[in-house]
């Protein structure tokens, strides 16, 4: 996690627990490149808006847990990564990938964001994980055997 950003809500945790946030004038993240997809998540109910600080803290929290448990992961794993997240470091993506034992293969999308599979180059992340998904992870390369019988 972008290092401001933790210390933020840490910070906000231990002041004002029970204070939401929109995100206006605060923070100003991108998530991704498609407003379309924005538009969609801030429409939808169901999407996680206007935290708490005491629930951005606990999100910083749940992430921290999954780093520190990468090293026991046992299945095939594959980690992706947008060169543009805003919200989460490359190098330490990298680095709790690099924890995972086993058939673990990492992607990073040069166009990608923090919502990869809502982003405009988002077919390309779904054919990546759709090969991994079908062969298990035992491929070397992911993506090429779609890739291969791609007509386009």
Request: proline content about 7%; hydrophobic content about 45%.
């Amino acid at each position: 996690l972008n290092p401001a950003l933790r210390a933020g809500a840490f910070a906000l945790a231990a002041v004002a627990p029970d204070k939401r946030w929109t995100g206006e004038g605060v923070v100003d993240i991108r998530p991704t490149d498609n407003p379309a997809a924005i538009a969609s998540a801030l429409a939808d109910p169901r999407h996680f808006s206007d935290p708490s600080s005491r629930e951005l803290f606990g999100l910083v929290r749940l992430m921290d847990r999954a780093a520190a448990a990468a090293p026991r992961v046992a299945i095939p794993t594959l980690t992706l990564m947008g060169a543009h997240d805003e919200v989460l470091r490359p190098e330490r993506v990298r680095a709790v990938h690099d924890t995972i034992p086993g058939a673990a293969a990492f992607r990073s999308y040069p166009d990608g964001w923090h919502w990869l599979l809502r982003d405009l180059q988002a077919e390309r992340v779904w054919r990546d994980v759709a090969d991994f998904a079908l062969t298990r992870g035992e491929t070397a390369t992911v993506g090429r055997a779609l890739r291969e019988v791609d007509t386009r």
